[in-house]
């Protein structure tokens, strides 16, 4: 949520962004925070100075740190001075900390605001003004002019006598009504990020604290801070989190930088997370829909499927390139061979009133229930269609190392690009084309097939982004969660902006989530199924808790009299249960078993992704209406179904954390494997550009 109001605060131009940067920032050159220059200071008047209380100074370093540099610089000034610039004067940029610099660089206007004396900033920055704590007062008016900025607030390596660090020196500056107003003024009127910082910890917060209370010193905000500390929050300013075991040097909190670059590229003013999905669909009012739906997002029966589908292509400037597109799962990424199809729309058919299947599937369902059957389902009002003109895609150049997500259109049979005039576009692919591509009458009866095609037609609902961007800016929401790094294994070097080859089958997975999330969204449907992996991609993305039972088990024990049934299993072995199925929907016990899953989902309103993952449901529908449900229901089998219950396959299946493994697998081995073609070793440079060893950067995150 924090990246989001960051990303909004950009978006909108409610307020200027200020960078506080802190010691942590330096440190990325090899800078000692105040700390670590207090005891290498400390060891310095120790070893050359004769009558140094170092039993005096030990308490002053646990206790004041401000007290004791005062104690040093009353001691020794010239050895003060001098330790203090030796410890921080200009050194060689380190690879970090060009990138730090090169994406600070990116966000113009820069206002800048650091507790730093190092000089290496304003250096590596260039053409940029510099105020020093003398002139701290002109911030407020290069803010409003949108003038970029460096204020050094505790002065400069160059001007020791500016420096701030003693308690004489915090005294003067508390004296200076003009320097504190100024400060103040910079919180009030502009979002502030905190990076490299423990605000709670900053002597000049103290100070400022004691003139002001902690609301209105720190304003209306929003403010945030970049911080891996999960644990301590703080009033008033907003977290935005990344991790550091894998890299302890906080390499990941730059990555906020890609968040803002790609913000402040947006052509349109506003474009917060809430306003991304305006699809243009068949009209439907999520709020007037009185039928409960469920949304099977990757409806795959048993049979041998292709999940991924790659093609070359020539843009109109005669460059050529290469698209992937679908979710890549390959044998060893799947616990199980077998299909779960025909088990989730059987759990749709006895729990939910209507079943929502991409388009495309349509083939798969009319294969398995035969003409009359599925006529009969079309006839109940139970099945609804999707219609996707658009499907994510990784597309990238020959021999690059990244890609970029993006929606590709589905084009219809005349849609050539070497047909078209300038300025037309393609035109994109109809439901009435799509249904023909599929089905077709059979001979002796086109009139009366041409009809029923019709009447599927109208259960279509067209789904498209129209905004082209929405499904990045998503996804770019959900990758820069720790948790959600950690199960892709994204090393914090890669930009979220960017898709690494090696990784594009999991980019593309969670594209097909957030597709879902927004299909979910616009058509008011309050379920879905999503594919292998999905639910903990959902889990950390999207802030949904699992629930505790699950709609397929309430429908296992409608079917059978017990909770570890495959449904598939039956309908697989004898279709015309399903004939049943839509018999007992009809009944009252039918409906009332329906209501019950409806309120159940009702009580789950709070998540943010309004679809409950694979229909997750608390342990809230009542014994009275399974068990009337079950009778109903046997009371209409015939002696020629035969429902002897099956051993569990799918029933009750909460994934684990452990469900991504296979993925960094597989990614491992992509990996390696463009390594070996492009002659880099795991002690060679990573192929990212970081600059960091290959086995040290993006292989380490994968062979975790």
């Known amino acids: ?27 990325w050159n090899g800078y000692p925070d105040w700390r670590d220059l207090a005891r290498k200071l400390r060891k310095a008047f120790f070893d050359l100075t004769a009558d140094f209380d170092n039993e005096l100074a030990l308490t002053l370093l646990d206790r004041d740190l401000p007290a004791f540099f005062q104690m040093c610089k009353d001691l020794n000034s010239a050895l003060y001075f001098r330790s203090l610039t030796d410890s921080l004067s200009p050194r060689p940029l380190s690879p970090l900390y060009q990138r730090f610099v090169s994406k600070l660089a990116e966000i113009q206007p820069s206002h800048i605001i650091t507790t730093n004396v190092d000089e290496m900033l304003e250096q590596s920055l260039g053409q940029i003004r510099v105020l020093q704590n003398t002139d701290i007062s002109l911030c407020p008016e290069l803010l409003h002019s949108d003038t970029s900025f460096i204020a050094k607030l505790h002065g400069s390596i160059s001007s020791v006598a500016s420096m701030v660090f ?19 003024s910079v919180l009030i009127s502009s979002a502030v990020v905190f990076l ?22 720190f304003g209306t905000g929003p403010h945030f801070i970049v911080t891996a ?14 991790r550091t075991d894998r890299y302890g040097d906080h390499r990941g909190a730059v990555r906020v930088f890609d968040v803002m670059q790609q913000s402040i590229c947006v052509e349109t003013a506003t474009r917060s997370l809430n306003a991304v999905r305006k699809a243009d669909t068949k009209t439907i009012d999520a709020s007037r829909n009185q039928k409960t739906a469920y949304y099977i997002s990757d409806f795959k029966p048993p049979g041998t499927w292709n999940t991924e589908e790659s093609a070359t292509f020539t843009g109109s400037d005669g460059t050529f390139g290469k698209f992937t597109s679908g979710l890549g799962f390959s044998n060893d990424e799947l616990p199980t061979s077998e299909s779960t199809a ?6 749709g058919l006895i ?32 099945l ?9 895609a990784v597309i990238h150049q020959p021999d690059e190392t990244f890609g970029v997500l993006s929606l590709l259109l589905l084009g219809g049979s005349s849609a050539r690009s070497a047909d078209l005039q300038p300025g037309e576009t393609i035109p994109e692919i109809s439901v009435r084309e799509m249904l023909d591509r599929q089905i077709s009458p059979a001979k002796g009866k086109e009139r009366e097939g041409l009809e029923f095609i019709e ?29 959600i790094t950690r199960l892709l294994g994204i090393s914090d070097a890669i930009p979220p902006t960017k898709v690494p080859l090696w990784l594009m089958f999991p980019y593309l997975r969670m594209a097909h989530l957030v597709h879902t999330g927004g299909i979910c969204s616009k058509l008011g449907i309050q379920a879905a199924k999503v594919p292998f992996g999905g639910t903990q991609l959902i889990s950390a993305a999207f802030g949904i808790q699992l629930a505790s039972e699950w709609a397929e088990r309430v429908a296992s024990y409608g079917l059978s009299g017990r909770f570890d049934t495959n449904l598939g299993a039956y309908v697989l072995q004898q279709p015309q249960i399903i004939r049943k199925i839509l018999k007992f929907r009809n009944s009252s016990e039918g409906e009332r078993f329906r209501r019950e899953v409806e309120q159940a989902l009702l009580r789950e309103e709070g998540a943010e992704f309004n679809a409950s993952v694979d229909a997750g449901l608390k342990r809230n529908i009542s014994s009275d209406i399974l068990q009337k449900g079950r009778n109903k229901f046997l009371s209409l089998m015939t002696e020629h179904a035969n429902i002897t219950p099956i051993p569990a396959v799918w029933a009750d299946r909460q994934l684990s954390d452990d469900s991504t493994v296979s993925w960094r697998r597989k990614s491992h081995r992509m990996l390696l494997q463009l390594c070996k073609t492009r002659g880099i070793s795991k002690n060679d440079p990573c192929l990212c550009g970081s600059g960091d060893k290959l086995r040290l950067c993006c292989l380490r995150p994968l062979a975790s």
């Open 342 to 347: 025909m088990h989730d729309f059987t759990v």
């Open 351 to 382: 729990c939910f009133d209507r079943i929502y299947l991409q388009l495309v599937s349509l083939p798969s369902l009319f294969s398995i229930v035969k003409e009359d059957l599925f006529r009969e389902i079309i006839e109940a009002d139970v």
């Open 1 to 27: 949520m924090s990246y989001r109001l960051l990303r909004r605060v950009i978006t909108e131009r409610t307020k200027p962004i200020v960078f506080w940067l802190g010691a942590g920032v330096s440190a």
């Open 196 to 217: 490299g910082y423990s605000v709670r910890d900053e002597y000049i917060f103290k100070l400022l604290q004691q003139t002001a209370g902690e609301q209105e010193l």
């Open 455 to 483: 009447k599927i037609e109208k259960t279509v609902h067209r789904f498209r982004y129209a905004d082209h961007d929405a499904i990045r800016f998503e996804i770019t929401d959900a990758l820069l969660m720790p948790h």
């Open 384 to 392: 609804r269609f999707v219609h996707t003109v658009q499907i994510p």
């Open 166 to 184: 003693t308690t004489k020196d915090y005294d003067v500056m508390r004296s200076d009504s003009q320097y504190l107003a100024a400060v103040k």
């Open 229 to 242: 500390n999960t644990s301590r929050a703080i009033p008033h300013i907003h977290r935005i989190l990344y």
